[in-house]
């Protein structure tokens, strides 16, 4: 779990700058919309992607006609293009293993933009199925310490299901199958903890240890450039930092 909880402490200790870029409502408008589109309809009662990417947009204040607007063009409503869905792949800096989640209405422009984006960071755009072969899909249920124990996080997580529990500093991550997510997020609930964010992720089965800094910086600089990109939904490496490295 190491590089997965490191990039995840790195993203949050950067999280308030980047909130700072206005994209954040763009972001999640495109999840809702896929979300909507191949998840099962627009209704999240039974659309449970569609739930988990509602209650984000909810918990970022992301006012409810824009949550609507984009529930209907995923659906085809209100003549916007229609987006779909498209993964990336590639390898980065110090030979690390990256995939782009995208979401867009023009794939040719997308794949352009990607594939250039990693090839001027030294990397290389290669064929799908080439990287993602070295992650899984996972449960990532993000809960703020406040005052409780980690022992108590763990007591918790077991009990409600889940795989493993990591410290990331102000908040607690834990890791439940794809398939599980829900009942172990609706258990945890139950037992009062207050849930900040709910999500399938993508886990590094193989990762790269970075220790010199130089290349650490060169790999989040290209996370940095791929996230800022207005079609990009979700970037995941293996890159696993060395505690110092920064």
């Known amino acids: 779990m190491s590089g997965h909880s490191k990039w995840s402490t790195i993203k949050r200790q950067k999280g308030a700058t980047d909130a700072k870029r206005g994209q954040v409502f763009t972001k999640l408008g495109m999840a809702i919309a896929i979300a909507a589109r191949e998840g099962g309809g627009g209704d999240p009662a039974?659309?449970?992607?569609?739930?988990?990417?509602?209650?984000?947009?909810?918990?970022?204040?992301?006012?409810?006609?824009?949550?609507?607007?984009?529930?209907?063009?995923?659906?085809?409503?209100?003549g916007a293009g229609q987006l779909e869905s498209v993964v990336y792949e590639g390898y980065g800096p110090g030979k690390v293993a990256f995939i782009v989640e995208a979401a867009t209405d023009n794939k040719?422009?997308?794949?352009?933009?990607?594939?250039?984006?990693?090839?001027?960071?030294?990397?290389?755009?290669?064929?799908?199925?080439t990287v993602s072969w070295m992650f899984v899909d996972e449960g990532v249920i993000v809960?703020?310490?406040?005052?409780?124990?980690?022992?108590?996080?763990?007591?918790?997580?077991?009990?409600?299901?889940?795989?493993?529990?990591?410290?990331?500093?102000?908040?607690?991550?834990?890791?439940?199958?794809?398939?599980?997510?829900?009942?172990?997020?609706?258990?945890?609930?139950?037992?009062?903890?207050?849930?900040?964010s709910a999500e399938i992720s993508k886990k590094p089965t193989?990762?790269?240890?970075?220790?010199?800094?130089?290349?650490?910086?060169?790999?989040?600089?290209?996370?940095?450039?791929l996230e800022e990109m207005g079609d990009v939904v979700r970037v995941h490496s293996n890159a696993d930092f060395e505690d110092n490295v920064f």
């Open 108 to 129: 040719n422009r997308t794949t352009g933009e990607v594939k250039s984006t990693i090839e001027k960071s030294g990397g290389s755009f290669v064929s799908p199925g």
């Open 206 to 225: 193989t990762t790269v240890e970075i220790t010199d800094e130089a290349i650490a910086r060169r790999i989040v600089d290209l996370m940095d450039k």
């Open 46 to 78: 039974s659309n449970f992607k569609l739930r988990l990417v509602m209650e984000q947009a909810r918990a970022a204040n992301m006012p409810k006609e824009n949550i609507q607007r984009a529930v209907d063009r995923g659906l085809g409503k209100g």
């Open 143 to 196: 809960i703020p310490k406040e005052e409780r124990a980690m022992d108590e996080f763990l007591d918790l997580a077991i009990e409600a299901g889940a795989e493993d529990v990591a410290d990331i500093g102000e908040v607690v991550e834990i890791y439940t199958k794809p398939t599980t997510l829900e009942s172990v997020k609706r258990v945890l609930e139950e037992k009062g903890l207050v849930i900040q």
